[in-house]
């Protein structure tokens, strides 16, 4: 248990859908982070927020849509997705959003993607 | 940007030691850390080093930094088939979030 925890763990979603990945972090941090992992693939860092502040965007396409409505809680809605979005898409929170002071990243268990 | 670069597969047999590599990229990271990701779960937080430091042990884990080379080690001693896992190497980097490499998976086999 990291104190970040994600729902659901496992969707399915057609094309057309629209659903939405949640996520929760009990530790009092004021950052947090999706990341997409894919088969063979670095991790990819997809949104900063950092005090309910976007801070970093890393030229995700619009279909995806993040949300943090307060520092505890991040959204990440989806909409008209393609197959090969089909990922596990990881949470994470730290202390502040700034790497290179020192805060440890915590992670999510992920939601598991796929999309047919 | 540039890549972390990990190799991306180790296999020991249980009892012996096992040392994972990592070449990181960015010369004014702070921190380099190494994460495990046991199958269907999420990246767990196994430890970190700061940049002034050439050396760090916790328990069965050693990290070693080389600066000069941007090279960094995890030694796992008396491997068991509990650290069977992808690890990944991350370092901190200028920006807001960690830069991973592509994950080392180890098979500790009987």
């Known amino acids: 248990e990291t104190g970040v925890t994600q729902t659901p763990r496992h969707l399915v979603m057609g094309m057309t859908n629209k659903k939405s990945l949640k996520c929760e972090q009990h530790?009092?941090?004021?950052?947090m982070y999706w990341y997409k992992q894919s088969a063979k693939k670095p991790l990819e860092l997809m949104f900063v927020y950092s005090l309910e502040e976007r801070v970093e965007n890393n030229s995700v396409p619009s279909r995806f849509s993040p949300e943090c409505p307060n520092s505890s809680h991040l959204f990440l809605h989806l909409h008209t997705l393609q197959p090969e979005d089909s990922a596990l898409y990881l949470c994470?929170?730290?202390?502040?959003?700034?790497?290179?002071?020192?805060?440890?990243?915590?992670f999510g268990e992920g939601s598991w993607l796929t999309v047919v | 940007g540039e890549d972390v670069e990990q190799s991306l597969f180790l296999s020991v047999r249980e009892g012996d030691s096992s040392v994972i590599n990592c070449t990181y990229t960015?010369?004014?990271?702070?921190?380099l850390y190494w994460y495990k990701q046991e199958p269907g779960a999420g990246l767990q937080l196994l430890t970190y080093i700061f940049s002034n430091m050439d050396m760090k042990q916790d328990q069965r884990l050693t990290v070693l930094l080389n600066k000069k080379d941007k090279h960094l080690s995890l030694r796992i001693a008396d491997t068991q088939t509990g650290d069977s896992a992808i690890y990944f190497c991350?370092?901190?980097?200028?920006?807001?979030?960690?830069?991973f490499g592509k994950g080392t998976s180890l098979l500790v086999t009987p």
């Open positions: 994470a929170s730290s202390r502040d959003g700034r790497a290179n002071s020192g805060n440890t990243i915590y």
């Open positions: 991350a370092e901190s980097g200028s920006g807001y979030a960690l830069n």
């Open positions: 530790l009092g941090h004021n950052a």
């Open positions: 960015d010369s004014s990271s702070t921190y």
